[in-house]
């Protein structure tokens, strides 16, 4: 037998309690029921992302919330600075080609964030600048850009931040409000532990006001007419049930945790996976800001990436996710996100261990595992 463990950066393991709360009863979900769980929804979603605006549920996987950001903010032929420092930079590129925003690419090298000057510099260069569409972690380079020094930046100006948050949201604090971002989405199989199916989007006061402006050709992604319903704990059009009942479970979950400590264990997680890498004497794909969502190593040299990868998976039941485009075959990337605990992480290391070693790679087992150990330990409740 080989046990299964999912370490990819999404879809990520869905824990039994909410599994087990799909399998409830459809109800109809225009009925008092519908709307109680509805409402206990809708004020965790606030919690989650620090927010007093309304979170909205859309039916969707995560890039539909980024296509309601375009289609409901921005208009054809507005400015739009867009950081592409990875597969999801790029995709807000495709979406405002795609609604003839009139895009300026600041291309970051993968697995860099980018700098807060070049930001600033881009602002001084384009004063009809109305939105910079950025992530919080870059899912596909392990990396985080500084979405509170940004918002700094435009919170002053009449530039709109939209943030692709899909692993940052729940993985380290992003306070909405207190930032100033105006545009916040997640998705449901990142760290909402949920399988994939459901979107979140939230809208700051200015972004709502924006969006009255602009026309562009929307109808299921409308997010005044989905705000009216959803301000009535009701949705626009059928939710996806059965989602919902999962959500109340995974918010439920978090809050039994507490968000300090579910930022803390992503974070904790994630210094050890680079700790015992770091042991192993493997290069960081993101050094210098790494996500907490998950972390990217190279392959050393000698050791086919491909094969290992899925060696990983199937003989050892072990699922990491390898790169993307250019980093095809050349990274793993180690996901510390959502369901995931301390002893998954050392199984993550010590999986590593025994498959480089079986490819021939020089390693001393233990000594990985050790240093994701040591960084751990410090996280044990006092005796
Ligand atoms: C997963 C992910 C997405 C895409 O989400 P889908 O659910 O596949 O549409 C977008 N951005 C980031 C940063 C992601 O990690």
Redesign the pocket.
């Known amino acids: 037998m080989i046990k299964q463990l999912l370490l990819a950066?999404?879809p990520t393991p869905v824990p039994a309690r909410v599994r087990a709360a799909m399998a409830k009863p459809v109800i109809h979900h225009r009925t008092p029921q519908f709307g109680e769980i509805f409402e206990r929804v809708r004020g965790g979603l606030k919690e989650l992302f620090a927010t007093e605006n309304d979170v909205l549920v859309l039916s969707?996987?995560?890039?539909?919330a980024?296509e309601a950001s375009v289609v409901n903010c921005f208009a054809p032929g507005d400015e739009v600075l867009v950081v592409n420092g990875g597969k999801?930079g790029e995709?807000w590129l495709k979406l405002a080609d795609m609604y003839s925003l009139k895009p300026i690419e600041l291309k970051v090298e993968w697995g860099a964030a980018v700098r807060v000057e070049q930001v600033e510099q881009a602002i001084a260069e384009h004063p009809d600048l109305r939105g910079i569409l950025i992530?919080?972690?870059?899912?596909?380079t392990t990396t985080c850009h500084p979405v509170e020094e940004i918002a700094r930046l435009t919170r002053d100006r009449d530039i709109l931040l939209a943030v692709?948050g899909?692993?940052?949201v729940g993985v380290y604090e992003l306070p909405m409000d207190e930032w100033g971002v105006d545009i916040l989405v997640t998705?449901s199989?990142?760290a909402m532990m949920m399988p994939?199916g459901l979107?979140a989007i939230a809208l700051s006061d200015r972004a709502w006001e924006r969006s009255k402006s602009v026309c562009q050709p929307r109808f299921y992604f409308d997010l005044e007419k989905e705000r009216a319903g959803q301000a009535k704990n009701s949705t626009a059009y059928t939710p996806a049930i059965s989602l919902i009942y999962a959500l109340d479970e995974s918010l439920a979950m978090m809050r039994e945790e507490g968000f300090p400590e579910l930022y803390a264990r992503h974070d904790r997680c994630a210094r050890a996976t680079r700790a015992g890498c770091e042991a192993l004497g493997l290069r960081l794909l993101s050094p210098d800001s790494p996500s907490p969502?998950a972390t990217g190593v190279f392959v050393p040299d000698g050791v086919d990436g491909k094969k290992l990868h899925g060696y990983l998976r199937d003989q050892m039941g072990v699922a990491f996710a390898g790169g993307q485009d250019q980093l095809k075959g050349k990274i793993l990337r180690i996901a510390h996100i959502g369901y995931i605990d301390a002893f998954d992480t050392i199984t993550a290391i010590a999986a590593l261990e025994m498959a480089l070693l079986h490819f021939g790679h020089d390693v001393q087992l233990g000594r990985g595992v050790g240093a994701a150990q040591e960084i751990l330990m410090a996280a044990l409740p006092s005796r």
Do not use: L, Y
Not at 60 to 64: E, I, K, M, P, V
Not at 135 to 140: D, K, M, N, R, W
């Open positions: 950066p999404g969707s996987s995560g890039t539909g980024m999801f995709r992530q919080g972690s870059e899912t596909s692709d899909i692993t940052a998705g199989q990142k994939p979107a969502a």
